[in-house]
């Protein structure tokens, strides 16, 4: 399919009508359309899908609006609403080796209080023939059928699954950043862009074709009850779908309640919320600890008031105890030399004659040393027991220093956490400069909260209707079953069934190989994706997708794996990027791409490396639709060799109305301007 050219009338803040040629070139498969925020690059791309799937088209602009309202919102507030608007999209596509031309013309009114809607499809089948002739314009024509039943063709031609990965914004790279919903998008890309629900359809057709045959009278009430549940699957189906779509909703209303919570929260810190919620408790710990701090100071005062002055004195005390101890030796031996004289006496009387002279001299000098001993330069006459007492003096002292050590340490320890307590007390706000903030935060986290709840019961009833829907189709499979059962009379009937359910098995197992062979295509082309985008070459090394559930797993050169969080939001954005572009590689390239604002946040050289290396050759048509901030002149210049048009979308704020215009900002013919 190529996009050859879009007309918007009176839609959105396109006034009058705005038309743009999309067809590419040889070479040079790039349409560049350059706007600032708000300018419309968004409405472009809801055009393209309004054109093509109506009341089906995810646009951006919806929400949870009805269409109806959708529709009259988008008509352009300067136009008449009785006049309405209309969104034209010619493209072509080849089918059966024929290139045809449709022009689908999508066009609403407003009639009093209703909205009417109008669809014309122009169809030239044959195209290709008048392309090749000197007749390049293409011969369209009106065609009922399809208009009429262009919801089912446009499926055949471009399904809206395959639309999603085909045109994508900011917002859904971001969304595909996440691998939770990476997994749904692979599981329905690999489905229905590479054929395998083909195959499926093919098992589901068999399986119907089991069970259409003619019913007699008696068994009318089991094609009764087959339709009612047919009736019930249908209901069914409709409440997941809208189940589906309220919990997107609420999941993006999530995510934008945290990331205002979280900026709140930076402020918050900012500005000291966080000390100020600690005040109370600072308060009391410097409380605690100044009642520390004075406990340990009487402490030491007692202790100032028993023995420990003495340790001044310390030499002293020593001097005195040594006195004592001198002076309880020479009592002593005082008390002992009276006693000595008598018995060297009664000795000297007991010896030998020859042997006294000897004996006489060692007793002599033996007493001469006990009455030195004896005698002392000073005597205080201190008491006997006075060494003792001095002693155990001396050892209480010591007691007490080594205590008073470890009190002056804990007063100096407490001193400081009390200035540490003071710095901190100094840094808290006044309440009345928090307060507010306090209110936001407080408001922000309970609309998280609820948010979250949100997000979380509109899970449950999506799990809930799926049960049901789960129900309903066991039931129905268990009345065509029933049918069956009554039904197979004839031998041909048995052989329809028998080999039909032999095929039905054969595409199952064929299903499952096509699935893995799909999956390993798919691995090898995102890996090559992403290795050509990532500036770091290092960091990723293999890529793996679960065949049941359709995980992502990324590896390093070690084999371990690699977590998402370790990415950074650009190297996450370039691995959502290189999925898509993986995907269309193994598509074959045939569908167009057409990709709003595609650059935030990456740097420079990652930039560069999508402007060089992926939109060349994303497809064989890409359709940019950039900021000036975005493609800007230096990756313009990069990129001009594939440019095939350019246009920029100016705004005119007076009117609130914008207008396309030939050129791109830094090219001639278009100002750089809002």
């Not at 600690?278 to 202790?303: G, H, Y």
């Amino acid at each position: 399919m190529l996009l050859r050219k879009i007309t918007l009338s009176e839609f959105g803040a396109y006034r009058g009508e705005q038309s743009l040629d999309l067809t590419p070139k040889k070479n040079k498969p790039i349409i560049l359309v350059g706007g600032l925020n708000g300018c419309g690059k968004t409405t472009l791309l809801d055009a393209i899908q309004l054109a093509l799937y109506g009341p089906r088209a995810r646009c951006s602009g919806r929400g949870g609006k009805s269409y109806e309202t959708y529709l009259r919102e988008s008509i352009n507030r300067q136009a008449d609403p009785t006049r309405g608007a209309a969104v034209t999209l010619d493209f072509t596509v080849t089918v059966e080796g024929r290139e045809q031309y449709y022009s689908v013309v999508r066009s609403w009114r407003v009639y009093g209080k209703s909205v009417k809607e109008f669809l014309n499809v122009l169809v030239d089948e044959q195209y290709g023939e008048h392309a090749k002739s000197s007749r390049k314009q293409p011969v369209l024509k009106f065609n009922r059928l399809l208009s009429e039943g262009w919801a089912d063709h446009v499926e055949d031609l471009l399904p809206l699954e395959v639309a999603s990965l085909s045109f994508f914004d900011g917002e859904k790279i971001e969304s595909l950043a996440d691998p939770d919903r990476a997994a749904s998008v692979i599981e329905s890309a690999v489905r229905s862009l590479l054929g395998v629900s083909t195959v499926e359809q093919l098992r589901t057709d068999l399986q119907a074709l089991q069970r259409r045959q003619k019913l007699s009278d008696e068994e009318q009430h089991l094609l009764d009850g087959i339709r009612e549940q047919e009736q019930k699957r249908e209901r069914a189906q409709q409440e997941v779908d809208e189940a589906l779509q309220k919990l997107a909703q609420l999941r993006v209303e999530h995510d934008t309640a945290k990331r205002t919570l979280k900026t709140v929260e930076q402020v918050y810190k900012k500005e000291g919320g966080a000390l100020f919620e600690q005040r109370v408790d600072l308060e009391s710990a410097r409380k605690a600890a100044a009642a520390r701090l004075a406990e340990t100071r009487a402490t030491l005062i007692a202790s100032a008031s028993g023995s420990l002055p003495l340790l001044m004195a310390a030499d002293q005390l020593n001097a005195v105890i040594k006195q004592a101890r001198r002076e309880r030796v020479a009592a002593q031996s005082r008390e002992v030399l009276d006693v000595l004289a008598e018995r060297d006496v009664w000795l000297l009387e007991q010896l030998p004659e020859q042997a006294r002279e000897e004996a006489l001299k060692a007793m002599e000098a033996d007493r001469a040393d006990r009455a030195a001993a004896a005698e002392l330069d000073v005597d205080f006459q201190l008491p006997a027991n006075m060494p003792s007492q001095l002693e155990a003096l001396t050892r209480s002292m010591n007691v007490e220093r080594d205590r008073s050590r470890k009190l002056l340490a804990d007063a100096e320890a407490v001193s400081e956490e009390l200035a540490q307590l003071d710095r901190q007390l100094a840094g808290v706000p006044e309440k009345d400069k928090v307060y507010a903030l306090q209110e936001e935060r407080a408001e922000r986290m309970h609309a998280v909260a609820a948010a979250a709840n949100a997000v979380e019961r509109a899970a449950e009833r999506l799990e809930a209707a799926k049960r049901d829907r789960a129900n309903v189709a066991a039931d129905l499979e268990r009345a065509h079953n029933d049918y069956i059962r009554t039904k197979v009379k004839a031998e041909e009937v048995e052989r329809i069934i028998r080999f039909s359910e032999k095929a039905r098995e054969t595409l199952a197992r064929f299903s499952d190989a096509l699935l893995a062979r799909h999956i390993s295509r798919l691995e090898v082309a995102m890996l090559q994706s992403f290795q050509t985008l990532m500036r770091k070459q290092g960091l990723v090394k293999d890529v793996r997708i679960d065949t049941n559930k359709f995980t992502l797993t990324l590896s390093d050169a070690a084999g371990e794996e690699i977590s998402p969080g370790r990415l950074s939001a650009g190297e996450r954005q370039l691995l959502a990027v290189s999925l898509l572009w993986g995907l269309m590689k193994v598509a074959g390239n045939r569908l167009p791409s057409v990709i709003d604002t595609p650059l935030g946040r990456l740097d420079s050289r990652h930039r560069e490396h999508l402007v060089d290396r992926y939109f060349p050759y994303a497809s064989d048509q890409v359709l940019l639709l950039s900021t000036d901030e975005e493609i800007d002149e230096h990756l313009l210049g990069r990129l001009n060799k594939s440019i095939a048009q350019t246009y920029t979308l100016t705004h005119d704020d007076t009117e609130l109305t914008t207008k396309v215009v030939e050129g791109y900002w830094w090219n001639r013919g278009a100002s750089h301007v809002a």
